[in-house]
């Protein structure tokens, strides 16, 4: 599906493929350290791997297009527990030259539109507190603060920060 940027530029937001690995392992590889800021760097191609692209089976992904360009990475984790049926984990980045023209908005939107589609009851994700920004991407499509583990990440500022457990029932 295309997506218009408040910007005006066009992405092309699709699932994810086997051949989308080198794209996004260059798109993450490239991020700057303010789009990692609140991530778990370093993004390698064998961290990648072991971690996003391990168990495919039980993940929706997607991935943003600008032209041959990588520019956004969603992915939904599904618990495999039988204790934890319906339940997935959900994380996204996007290269920051797609920030703040409602790229997160929009992929966040079509991951849970899959979700329901697939019959996820819940979504659930943690995100820094000081990450204001993705926190109202969150709320704006309907995720709910549930809880707040206090001094959870440590930043590369050197200081300890919150961290905010989020969800999304879907039915």
């Known amino acids: ?7 005006g530029r066009e992405v092309v937001v699709r699932r994810f493929t086997e051949d989308d ?3 996004v392992a260059e798109m993450m590889a490239s991020l700057s350290d303010e789009a990692v800021r609140w991530g778990m760097p370093p993004y390698t191609r064998d961290r990648l791997e072991r971690g996003w ?3 495919m089976e039980n993940v929706t992904a997607l991935v943003a297009v600008d032209g041959d360009r ?3 990475y969603a992915g939904l984790r599904k618990q495999t527990h039988p204790r934890r049926r319906g339940t997935s984990g959900y994380n996204i980045y996007l290269h920051q030259d797609y920030h ?3 790229l997160g908005t929009a992929m966040t939107r079509r ?8 019959g996820v009851h819940r979504i659930g994700l943690s995100v820094v507190a000081d990450n204001e920004i993705a926190i109202r991407v ?20 050197g200081r300890y920060h919150d961290e905010v457990h989020m969800g999304l029932i879907l039915g």
């Open 111 to 118: 991951i849970v539109e899959l979700a329901s589609e697939e």
């Open 1 to 7: 599906m295309k997506i218009r940027l408040k910007d």
């Open 21 to 23: 690995k080198d794209g």
């Open 70 to 72: 990588f520019a956004g």
């Open 53 to 55: 692209f391990s168990g």
């Open 138 to 157: 969150y709320e704006k499509v309907g995720f709910v603060v549930e809880g707040r583990l206090r001094d959870a990440y440590f930043g590369d500022d």
């Open 100 to 102: 703040n023209v409602g």
